[in-house]
Nanobody, 123 residues
Framework: QVQLVESGGGLVQAGGSLRVSCAAS????????MGWYRRSPGKQRELVAA???????LIADSMKGRFTISRDNAKNTVYLQMNSLKPEDTAVYYC?????????????????WGQGTQVTVSS
């Protein structure tokens, strides 16, 4: 089983930037894809971005051009760089793993959910 620990959230003003990190441990050799989801108050959890070990990426349409996902396989860590943040980006951001980008887009994840990291964007 894979354990995931998210970090790097915080409070930022609209238009600002933030980078969140997710470190994986445990059965990391089984990881094919890693990605970020978020849950805003009163909304369902949604996929933000995902990346495979080979570097293929998937970014949700509303975040294209603003968010970038990257992965350091040596550190078993995935990063989400968020630029031009908007108040509607306020959410708890979670990372997870999947068998493919398509699986992650469908919400088919493998690992237990972590505590997530809170991102708050003030107007």
């Amino acid at each position: 089983q894979v354990q995931l620990v998210e970090s790097g959230g915080g409070l930022v003003q609209a238009g600002g930037s933030l980078r969140v990190s997710c470190a994986a441990s445990g059965s990391i050799s089984s990881i094919v894809a890693m990605g970020w989801y978020r849950r805003s108050p009163g909304k369902q959890r949604e996929l933000v971005a995902a990346i495979t070990s080979g570097g293929d990426t998937l970014i949700a349409d509303s975040m294209k051009g603003r968010f970038t996902i990257s992965r350091d396989n040596a550190k078993n860590t995935v990063y989400l760089q968020m630029n031009s943040l908007k108040p509607e980006d306020t959410a708890v951001y979670y990372c997870n793993t999947g068998l493919s980008l398509l699986a992650m887009r469908r919400g088919s994840i493998i690992s237990p959910w972590g505590q997530g990291t809170q991102v708050t964007v003030s107007s």
